[in-house]
């Protein structure tokens, strides 16, 4: 089918709107949105899970850019209490002070943006977003390696996949699938709160040597005989590769080479 004017301008805004029913109600029960809390909502589109969003729960706010869509979705909503919408760049919203849920059906182009936004806000309970099928997996582990923005959270976010959506289920139809990412603030983190900035700091440590070798990264920060210890007692290989460090093994590499310098 041939694109037409209005599906041109809506990649300009990265819009890619769902309808398929079954995929609304898989992205709402991995968010699993609590009917009391408040829930935000990034990119209300055309109020596909918005209606849903709403049925479920008595608080929502959604923010949409596109000025068009905000109208029609005023219309629509006009006698909504639970629904406030907001016209506007969700990610130059003040995060609330009271704890709150992200969902949302998201631009590709603005994932990073949006991912950091939610990371960033310390009252975040979790965050249900559509990405990229391939943005998903990498953040998520998929492929067996693992990225520095989910290592240095793995602490206090839980990453997951949560599912994945055939491209042919958006309109227009994106040029691949994609993945439901699911962000969740730990019930209890797995170091303590005064420990994560030095952990932080650890990490980055790590994923900024050349070459590659963990060992070889940590090296240039700490003893050689406290890290190739370190590694030891947690069955790492000395030649293991950054990427492939699980994040569970960062933490008790962190917790070993750090306990032994008091």
């Known amino acids: 089918m041939p694109r037409t004017g209005q599906d041109r301008s809506r990649r300009v805004l ?24 408040l829930i935000l909502e990034v990119g209300a ?38 629904l406030r919408l907001v016209h506007g760049d969700f990610v130059a919203a003040v995060p609330p002070t009271e704890p709150f849920a992200v969902v949302g059906n998201i631009p590709y182009a603005s994932t990073s ?17 559509v990405t990229q099928l391939e943005y998903a997996r990498k953040r998520c582990g998929d492929y067996g390696r693992w990225t520095l923005r989910t290592v240095q959270t793995w602490p206090w976010i839980n990453w997951r996949l949560a599912g994945r959506i055939p491209r042919e289920r958006f309109r227009p139809m994106p040029r691949v ?29 790590g994923f900024g ?14 003893p050689a005989r406290q890290v190739d210890a370190a590694l030891r007692a947690n069955r790492v290989p000395a030649d293991i590769l950054v990427g492939y460090v699980w994040p569970e093994q960062w933490i008790s590499l962190f917790q070993a080479i750090h306990s032994s310098r008091r």
């Open 209 to 222: 040597g050349v070459g590659g070798s963990l060992r070889a990264s940590l090296h240039r920060g700490y």
């Open 177 to 205: 699938d994609s993945g439901i990412l699911r962000l969740e603030r730990r019930a209890v983190g797995l170091l303590p709160g005064r420990q994560l900035a030095a952990y932080e700091r650890f990490v980055a440590l």
């Open 45 to 82: 589109g055309q109020g596909a899970l918005t209606r849903e969003l709403v049925r479920r729960c008595r608080r929502v706010v959604a923010y949409e850019i596109d000025p068009a869509l905000v109208a029609r979705l005023g219309e629509e909503f006009r006698a909504e209490p639970g």
């Open 113 to 129: 943006r949006i991912v950091d936004w939610c990371l960033d806000a310390p009252r975040l309970t979790s965050a249900t977003l």
């Open 14 to 37: 990265g819009q890619n709107f769902l309808r398929d029913e079954r995929t609304i109600g898989q992205i709402v029960a991995s968010a699993r949105p609590d009917p009391t809390g």
